[in-house]
């Protein structure tokens, strides 16, 4: 049944205490709908399919308890970790607020704000699309038809399946998927990781949906990634991002967009944001907005740099202290005379294009005056921030845009000082809580993430030198077991769906799905055994800041806020009864549940920092402190920067390489398409005309 707003205006109270589960007089209902605000509107055409014994026993009139206050965190993969408080009443969510503000160093005076998906967990919990037991596929994959099946028989099928692709295939054949639902430490991916290595391993992946190019193309630039905290931006006066829309990828309070608007606060840089769209960061941080047209951006930086080189603002001395390739006197013997970056721009290298603003006018679609005189503000910045978000590198070429823009502050001598970065986008710094051991891969062989419908329709094409495959030099075997845990990933992340859908629907191929999953998502639809997880509101863990909370230094103790529903398990427990049907539970758990090995974690970070507080206190604080990140910390190639020879980078010449000899040994390696190439510095690919 679907209730329907009435005439003025209220909602049907019966409606509302069955979304919500509650006894309530006519006054709470009012109340409660306040609280919940337009929540509860859009919640009041959804018919949700829960009765009370379904997610707790009935409390007796008379006997209801009151509000108790339970601490969670948000998973979900948006680079942050924010807190949540989470108000229960009778074993039920009644609403979610943010974690008070703190005079501590976790906040300082800033309150880490969850943002509205965030906030709105609870419906997440309560969704009707929730998968409450486990169930095996009745109809044709892709259907979504399925049937209950007891949890024994779920983890014996699963056991017997590792045990029967194991022999019939070998383990690579095995394949655990990247996902991106929710990023926990002791249940989820290190808990199914655990299982398939202690049981002789799995084919891996490696790189990110959202990160290939720079992940690959960053070692030949940089060695390691790393990047400078938005809190420099407080030393900076000029802040030129590429692609970088914080505002809508970084939104929460946990989150690098708080950090950057307090840094611009302490310094009013001036900010210029060079992207396509006209984006919500461009308004919310006053900035410039260079329109550019997409996957141009190595053309524009070519462009500043024959400004920078033909108006001598380059301090050419300090490029070759510390760079290799940016002129002819750095290059390594084995380059060719003309190989340098600066030929390239200048016209006298191999295409012979003299990379004048101009030319980077016809290309990028911003006027040739304002490239000429960004290039003017950049070399003239006393400390100019220059960074990019994974945008622009997410398409055919990216690496030569991800290299380009790292070699801008290279070239202008913005790194490794207060207020500069590296041209990347900086992660946070890491405080080292625990994930649950996983072990050794003994499988040594990695595929990229995004090619994995390769490796189930054509594994004979995957080779190291036409797809990236690490580790061996090509694959033996195609998919065979395909775990998907707490991702859509199966269809929602790829180029053509289409051809994914007929790639996974042909049990010719790969020949078991297993799908892990709160809710009913078109990739669960796909799986032969379909199997509820606990969402992060029901799961007990210990949690660091996550990778996108910038110099915030806290680590989040989750409680289990609500008894998880129906059926559904943490996937630590699914992994040992799998482990315990192969004879391996002890091996699996070492005698810990879930919450021990949490607990397990907090000890060893408390052996570090022993002005922790004990685990007894900790767990019922919700959000933990851990130690304050030093300014040095959030500098990119600080000490790079102050002694090269002592602080060598990650890479072969231990340098900034704007030429790579590896990238040049790489390309004769290689079976490329006809007309592509490698290139050895950060080139634009553009089509000469006849």
């Given at each position: 049944m679907v209730t329907k707003r009435c005439n003025e205006g209220t909602y049907n109270e019966k409606r509302l205490e069955e979304i919500l589960n509650l006894k309530i007089s006519r006054r709470d209902t009012v109340t409660t709908a306040a609280k919940i605000g337009s929540a509860v509107a859009l919640s009041n055409a959804i018919t949700l399919p829960f009765s009370s014994t379904a997610l707790a026993a009935d409390v007796p009139a008379g006997k209801e308890s009151a509000e108790t206050v339970r601490h969670s965190a948000c998973l979900v993969n948006c680079g942050s970790r924010c807190a949540l408080k989470v108000i229960v009443k009778d074993d039920r969510i009644v609403r979610i607020e943010p974690e008070d503000a703190k005079d501590d160093a976790v906040f300082g005076e800033h309150q880490i704000r969850p943002c509205l998906r965030g906030r709105s967990s609870r419906w997440r919990v309560y969704s009707p699309d929730r998968i409450k037991h486990p169930m095996k596929r009745v109809g044709k994959r892709g259907e979504g038809k399925f049937k209950r099946i007891t949890w024994d028989e779920a983890t014996a099928f699963i056991a017997a399946e590792l045990k029967r692709v194991t022999e019939k295939y070998g383990r690579e054949a095995i394949y655990y998927n990247y996902q991106s639902g929710a990023y926990y430490h002791t249940q989820g991916t290190p808990a199914w990781k655990r299982l398939l290595n202690l049981t002789g391993g799995y084919l891996n992946y490696h790189n990110t949906y959202s990160t290939a190019q720079i992940a690959s193309a960053t070692p030949y630039t940089h060695g390691k990634y790393v990047g400078s905290h938005f809190s420099q931006i407080a030393h900076s006066d000029l802040v030129v991002f590429f692609g970088m829309n914080l505002s809508e990828t970084r939104m929460s309070g946990g989150g690098q967009v708080e950090e950057l608007r307090r840094a611009l606060d302490a310094s009013k840089a001036r900010v210029i944001i060079i992207d396509p769209r006209y984006t919500d960061s461009v308004i919310a941080e006053h900035a410039e907005w260079l329109p550019i047209r997409p996957t141009t951006d190595a053309a524009l930086v070519a462009g500043l740099a024959h400004t920078l080189i033909s108006e001598n603002l380059i301090d050419e001395a300090l490029v070759n202290q510390y760079c290799v390739g940016y002129d002819r006197s750095t290059l390594p013997e084995n380059a060719a005379p003309n190989a340098s970056y600066k030929d390239y721009v200048m016209g006298t290298g191999e295409d012979g294009i003299e990379k004048t603003a101009q030319w980077a006018a016809q290309i990028t679609g911003i006027p040739a005056t304002r490239i000429q005189q960004l290039a003017r503000e950049i070399a003239a910045a006393r400390a100019c921030y220059i960074g990019q978000g994974w945008g622009p590198q997410r398409h055919a070429n990216g690496e030569q845009?991800?290299?380009?823009?790292?070699?801008?502050?290279?070239?202008?001598?913005?790194?490794?000082?207060?207020?500069?970065?590296?041209?990347?986008?900086?992660?946070?710094?890491?405080?080292?809580?625990?994930?649950?051991?996983?072990?050794?891969?003994?499988?040594?062989?990695?595929?990229?993430?995004?090619?994995?419908?390769?490796?189930?329709?054509?594994?004979?094409?995957?080779?190291?030198?036409?797809?990236?495959?690490?580790?061996?030099?090509?694959?033996?075997?195609?998919?065979?077991?395909?775990?998907?845990?707490?991702?859509?990933?199966?269809?929602?992340?790829?180029?053509?769906?289409?051809?994914?859908?007929?790639?996974?629907?042909?049990?010719?191929?790969?020949?078991?799905?297993?799908?892990?999953?709160?809710?009913?998502?078109?990739?669960?639809?796909?799986?032969?055994?379909?199997?509820?997880?606990?969402?992060?509101?029901?799961?007990?863990?210990?949690?660091?800041?996550?990778?996108?909370?910038?110099?915030?230094?806290?680590?989040i103790a989750l409680q289990k806020t609500i008894t998880p529903m129906w059926e559904v398990r943490s996937t630590y427990d699914i992994c040992a009864d799998i482990a315990g049907h192969l004879g391996l539970r002890e091996q699996y758990t070492e005698g810990r549940t879930q919450a021990q090995w949490a607990e397990y974690h907090y000890q060893q970070i408390r052996e570090k920092r022993p002005y922790l507080p004990e685990w007894s206190v900790a767990k019922e604080k919700g959000v933990i402190d851990q130690q304050i990140a030093t300014e040095r910390q959030s500098i990119a190639f600080i000490d790079f920067r102050e002694d090269a020879t002592a602080h060598p980078l990650d890479t072969p010449s231990g340098k900034i390489e704007i030429y790579s000899q590896a990238l040049a040994d790489l390309a004769q390696k290689w079976t490329l398409p006809e007309g592509d190439r490698i290139p050895a510095v950060p080139e634009v690919c553009v089509v000469k005309e006849s």
């Open positions: 845009t991800v290299r380009a823009i790292q070699t801008l502050p290279a070239l202008t001598g913005h790194f490794g000082l207060p207020g500069t970065n590296n041209g990347n986008w900086p992660y946070g710094t890491p405080y080292g809580v625990p994930l649950l051991p996983t072990g050794t891969n003994p499988v040594k062989a990695s595929i990229p993430c995004y090619l994995w419908t390769d490796a189930i329709q054509s594994p004979e094409k995957m080779t190291a030198t036409t797809m990236g495959v690490k580790g061996v030099d090509k694959l033996n075997v195609g998919i065979k077991l395909f775990f998907n845990q707490a991702g859509n990933a199966l269809l929602n992340q790829h180029g053509d769906i289409n051809r994914t859908r007929k790639i996974i629907a042909d049990e010719s191929l790969c020949e078991t799905i297993i799908v892990i999953e709160n809710h009913m998502t078109p990739s669960a639809k796909y799986a032969d055994l379909l199997l509820p997880e606990t969402s992060y509101l029901e799961a007990e863990d210990l949690v660091d800041s996550s990778y996108a909370a910038g110099s915030h230094n806290y680590m």
